[in-house]
């Protein structure tokens, strides 16, 4: 069931909720894809399945594409990204996404709506810990994954083999490639390491020190030469191009002191950022001005359990429970 409505804004504020989808189980993960070509698209999951679902043209609705059933009892997708080769239209759409399940395993998907031609396959046999994070290259080449098992990996999508890996000091927390390099991965540890690695070679261009323990971190993909990083209650804005690559450009604490869950940047809006925290408080930041204000607060609900903007609107997704909620920010 979808229920979608619009509100108005008070004086002063910056936002205005815009949609909300009600879910009968609690989600899981929600990702909008990020790419152009694929842009209406969303998908939330939770312990039984994953919903895709197509932006109508009032731009607030959705209508529900496909409904996947999990892979059997504990294999519920948990982490979700989108392919670059998924395609969005009036009258057919490609789903394509690889996804990460909570019994340890990965799979790629791919769906054609207009022949129901589906693939699902398996990415080797790996099961060896948990995915915390996957991110694709800006071809769909390759996927980059990382876990509790301190390693960093690249994959090929087409045979489903690992081609690279990095080992790391402790847990990965986020794996983000360059937007706008495929030689190039954001990767975070728990411990308080962020890399820049060469994809060629697997070495470290650029290694950061952050007090942990480290909970995101995020290219901004409209200047990929700025990284947000996030621990539990402080966030960092890098500045890779500057001389002063080892020390945040910017920096600040959150109110809440409870504990933050996610980062993400804007795609439309370089300068802002969206930080939830574990008592599903939802923050925006804008870098030019440091001072976070709440975009959305229930201390009594569960911790927001996916945060995700659209690729071409200053729309923000969030999975809170049994809603999704979307969020239109203004600048």
């Known amino acids: 069931e979808m229920n979608t409505s619009m509100n108005g804004t008070n004086a002063g504020e910056s936002f205005v909720e815009s949609g909300s989808i009600e879910t009968s189980i609690p989600t899981l993960f929600a990702e909008c894809s990020p790419y152009a070509e694929s842009s209406s698209l969303l998908a939330y ?17 959705f209508s529900e594409l496909i409904k996947i059933n999990s892979h059997g009892r504990g294999s519920a997708f948990h982490k979700l990204a989108w392919s670059p080769s998924s395609t969005a239209s009036e009258n057919a759409s490609l789903i394509r996404f690889a996804a990460g399940t909570t019994d340890k395993r990965l799979f790629f998907y791919s769906r054609n709506t207009e022949n129901n031609e589906t693939l699902s396959q398996p990415l080797s046999s790996y099961q060896q810990a948990h995915v915390n994070s996957l991110s694709f290259a800006s071809s769909e080449e390759n996927l980059a994954t990382t876990g509790d098992d301190n390693v960093c990996r690249i994959w090929d999508v087409e045979n489903g083999q690992e081609s690279l890996s990095v080992r790391l000091r402790s847990p990965g927390v986020s794996v983000k490639w360059n937007p706008q390099s495929q030689n190039e991965l954001l990767v975070a540890e728990r411990c308080g390491i962020v890399k820049i690695v ?6 470290s261009r650029i290694s950061l020190n952050v007090e942990g323990p480290l909970v995101d971190s995020d290219w901004c993909p409209l200047d990929p030469s700025r990284v947000g990083v996030a621990s539990l209650d402080k966030w960092y804005v890098y500045n890779l191009a500057g001389q002063s690559v080892g020390r945040p450009a910017i920096e600040g604490s959150f109110a809440n002191r409870e504990g933050v869950t996610k980062l993400r940047w804007s795609n439309t809006n370089k300068n802002v950022f969206a930080v939830s925290g574990q008592n599903s ?9 440091t001072s976070p204000y709440t975009l959305y607060s229930s201390p009594s609900s569960p911790r927001v359990e996916g945060l995700s903007w659209m690729a071409d609107s200053p729309n923000l997704l969030v999975a809170l429970h049994n809603y999704v909620k979307i969020f239109q920010v203004m600048s």
């Open 45 to 61: 999951g939770n312990e039984c399945w994953v919903s895709v679902l197509q932006r109508n043209e009032d731009g607030v609705s």
């Open 281 to 289: 408080t939802i923050s925006l930041i804008d870098a030019r001005h």
């Open 198 to 203: 060469d994809t060629r070679s697997g070495c």
